[in-house]
């Protein structure tokens, strides 16, 4: 019996594999929200408590948004798609004019009272984390001192989201709450 | 001189039965793993998919684990001996004669039976024939006498001396 099982080994090794990418692939299917009922923040922080994060986002949501997910990225996976996905970034400040043409302006006054990002005129970030100042927002699922130092580190909208003032607001209204988390 | 008959519609009967419950259990089996998997991907949601992924795909692999083991060593094996029976019942048979000896050559034929080699010793030439191992135990280890033989197998044999 043994050698009947070992003769046909490699059936129950496909079976195993294929079975594992179906029903993550289904999961993935039956779990995904669609963009249009979803705030995506990318953050630019390893380190990052995202789980915890984006459960605490989620507890408060705007209206028509089923969830709020928190990603982190580097570099490599900091590609186009995301870029142009994306609601909202956490980004140091040495990265900040990198990216900056994936930003869009926000009004300042959805943010009176924080201190802005500017450029040309206009408000494009909220500042999270300056230790210069005292402002560290949301210390419970970011150690900004270790990550960071006195660096920096803003809270930008994406160019291309659907869930600012010309949409449905949900990111400006997310943003709000991150900024009050602490 | 006693004629003994290797094979019997009753064996191929049992075989024809074993098979069909053996894909009857397969597919049950993997009903059951396919409904199960998708019902428990109903309750999926983002907070409960870490603890049902695997979950569902233990489910899975298990269940398909099963229909593999069935379908390899129960019905395989079944259908093999049934087409082998039904070849040997409804083949034509041609008769040998001389001296057989059983030897410890044994093969297992893909998606077949298990063959043991039967060496005939005869005017002009000493030939192989091949034994279903299944019915090793009712042939003698060495005789003389005559085979009936279908597709070289061997499906009755009568030896010299027999009462």
């Not at chain 1, 040495?94 to 206009?122: M, V």
């Not at chain 1, 010309?166 to 991150?178: E, P, Q």
């Not at chain 2, 519609?9 to 075989?15: K, N, S």
Request: proline share 3%; hydrophobic share 45%.
């Amino acid at each position: 019996m043994v050698k009947k099982i070992l003769r046909n080994a490699h059936r129950y090794v496909f079976w195993a594999v294929l079975s594992a990418i179906l029903w993550t692939w289904i999961l993935m299917l039956c779990t995904e929200v669609h963009p249009r009922r979803k705030v995506v923040l990318y953050a630019d922080l390893e380190g990052l408590d995202k789980a915890a994060m984006s459960e605490t986002l989620s507890e408060d949501l705007p209206a028509g948004i089923r969830c709020v997910e928190v990603e982190r990225f580097t570099d490599q996976i900091f590609s186009p798609a995301a870029v142009q996905s994306g609601d909202l970034f956490l980004i140091p400040e040495h990265n900040a004019e990198a990216y900056f043409d994936s930003f869009a302006p926000i009004e300042r006054d959805a943010f009176s009272g924080c201190l802005l990002y500017e450029r040309d005129g206009e408000a494009y970030g909220v500042c999270v984390y300056d230790p210069a100042k005292g402002i560290a927002i949301a210390g419970r699922f970011i150690d900004w001192e270790a990550l960071l130092g006195q660096e920096r580190c803003w809270l930008f909208f994406g160019v291309n989201s659907g869930h600012l003032d010309s949409g449905d607001g949900a990111a400006i209204a997310v943003a709000k709450r991150l900024t009050e988390l602490d | 001189m006693k004629r003994v008959e290797l094979y019997r519609t009753e064996e191929r009967d049992r075989a024809a039965l074993r098979k069909k419950r053996a894909k009857t259990a397969m597919l049950a089996v993997g009903a059951a793993g396919l409904v199960a998997c998708a019902v428990l991907c109903c309750f999926a949601t983002r907070k409960t998919v870490a603890v049902l992924r695997p979950v569902v795909i233990g489910v899975s692999i298990l269940s398909g684990w099963v229909v593999i083991f069935l379908s390899h060593a129960v019905y395989g094996e079944a259908k093999a001996a049934q087409t082998h029976d039904e070849l040997m019942l409804s083949g034509e048979r041609i008769t040998v004669a001389g001296s057989f000896e059983k030897t410890d050559d044994v093969r297992r034929v893909k998606n077949g039976v298990t063959v043991r080699k039967v060496r005939l010793r005869s005017e002009p030439r000493d030939m192989l024939l091949n034994l279903n191992e299944e019915k090793a135990a009712l042939l003698p280890d060495a005789f003389s006498g005559t085979v009936e033989t279908v597709y070289d197998f061997i499906a009755a044999y009568e030896a010299d001396g027999d009462g």
